[in-house]
């Protein structure tokens, strides 16, 4: 039913349903596509309920990196949810961006300056940059 959608959740029960239902269960958040966790799905929940929850998510993301690059492009999920975060916001600071990511603010994981640097080696240094503390979405 979820056959090859990556997923990470850190709810051992859901990691088995969603498991069960043929999705690729992650062991860390920044690894899957979609981090079921943020849909808010709350048991009792049918398959069919999780299948369209989850279809429409990865369907939204990916119209929106479509729309953002114009044309289709598969990320990782921390580099898509950092793309999407800053277009949707029009800019976050370097801890905004942090705790929209799930850290702490004063988290000294290099996790989300890996993915940026990585999103401005494949995409060119201008891709997103840094005005004042302020990330944002430059050239593309």
Do not use: C
């Not at 990320?75 to 800053?86: G, S, T, V």
């Not at 929209?100 to 989300?112: C, E, Q």
């Amino acid at each position: 039913m979820l056959d090859g959608i990556r997923l990470y959740s850190a709810d051992e029960t859901w990691r088995r349903i969603l498991s069960e239902l043929g999705a690729v269960v992650e062991d860390a958040p920044n690894t899957a596509y979609l981090n079921f966790d943020e849909l808010g799905i709350t048991m009792p929940a049918t398959p069919a309920t999780i299948k369209t929850a989850v279809q429409n998510a990865v369907d939204s993301n990916l119209r929106l990196l479509h729309t953002i690059f114009g044309r289709n492009v598969r990320l990782p999920y921390i580099q898509a949810k950092i793309i999407i975060m800053l277009y949707k916001s029009g800019g976050l600071s370097g801890a905004d961006l942090r705790t929209a990511l799930g850290y702490s603010p004063n988290a000294t994981t290099h996790a989300v300056d890996t993915a940026i640097y990585q999103l401005r080696k494949t995409f060119g240094r201008d891709f997103i940059i840094n005005t004042n503390g302020v990330y944002k979405i430059g050239r593309i």
